[in-house]
């Protein structure tokens, strides 16, 4: 499956700041996702990160919160912005990767990201 | 809304004994069903299920999907205590245009005692 570089791998945060998480394929991919995995809960995708247009954004998250970006088909940026202590998550990216018509989605090794 | 439900939440074993998580789930637009373990951080991947029916293995794991009953099974046999994990259930579905989006189980944590 493709390598996924996502970096930085974990984050302190001041409240009111923002952070920039990057995500890296050494592969051209179709589908990058971005996932959040609250203290104790389960992943929820943010969006799904399109190349060379507007991200898709899952009901609950907002551009002006998650700006996300898609240059091209191998590298991708989430910024959490105006970060709270509720910010404080597991952040993940994921690709689609597979032959078929249904791909499964590989993941980073995330950045766990702390606010105070 | 899209529902999905693992159980045991948890379970506590003894190395060598034989575990079976599930996973029900109700969503829309149904394509397939996928298997997480998560240790650390980040997800691997296990198993995708597309057919019901037929079973799929990986060395002591094994998995099979029922899409009449809307459920999913994870067996692992002989477990050994690299097996202490999140194991995580997630329905792959259709979404906007087309796109693919997977809904989450809440897991299922497995502890392994020596």
């Known amino acids: 499956s493709a390598v996924i570089s996502q970096k930085p791998s974990r984050d302190i945060c001041q409240r009111g700041t923002s952070l920039t998480i990057q995500c890296q394929v050494d592969s051209q991919v179709t589908m990058m996702f971005w996932y959040r995995q609250q203290p104790g809960q389960s992943l929820t995708l943010i969006a799904t990160?399109?190349?060379?247009?507007?991200?898709t954004y899952e009901s609950g998250f907002v551009i002006d919160k998650f700006p996300i970006s898609r240059p091209n088909l191998t590298f991708s940026t989430l910024t959490v912005s105006n970060m709270s202590p509720e910010d404080s998550s597991i952040y993940l990216c994921?690709?689609?990767w597979g032959t078929g018509r249904d791909q499964p989605q590989h993941f980073g090794d995330g950045t766990r990201l702390s606010i105070l | 809304e899209d529902k999905v439900v693992q159980s045991p939440l948890s379970l506590v074993v003894h190395e060598g004994d034989t575990v079976t998580l599930n996973c029900s789930y109700e969503?829309?637009?149904?394509?397939?069903l996928l298997w997480y373990k998560q240790e650390k951080k980040a997800p691997t991947f296990l198993f995708m299920l597309?057919?019901?029916?037929i079973e799929k293995k990986s060395g002591r794991l094994s998995s099979i999907l029922d899409k009449k009953e809307l459920s999913s099974i994870l067996n692992i046999t002989a477990t050994q205590t690299g097996d202490s994990a999140i194991y995580l259930c997630a329905p792959l579905r259709s979404g906007i245009q087309g796109a693919q989006k997977l809904v989450f189980g809440q897991g299922t944590r497995l502890t392994i005692n020596p």
């Open positions: 969503v829309t637009n149904f394509r397939s």
């Open positions: 990160a399109n190349q060379g247009s507007e991200a």
């Open positions: 597309t057919s019901s029916g």
């Open positions: 994921s690709v689609g």
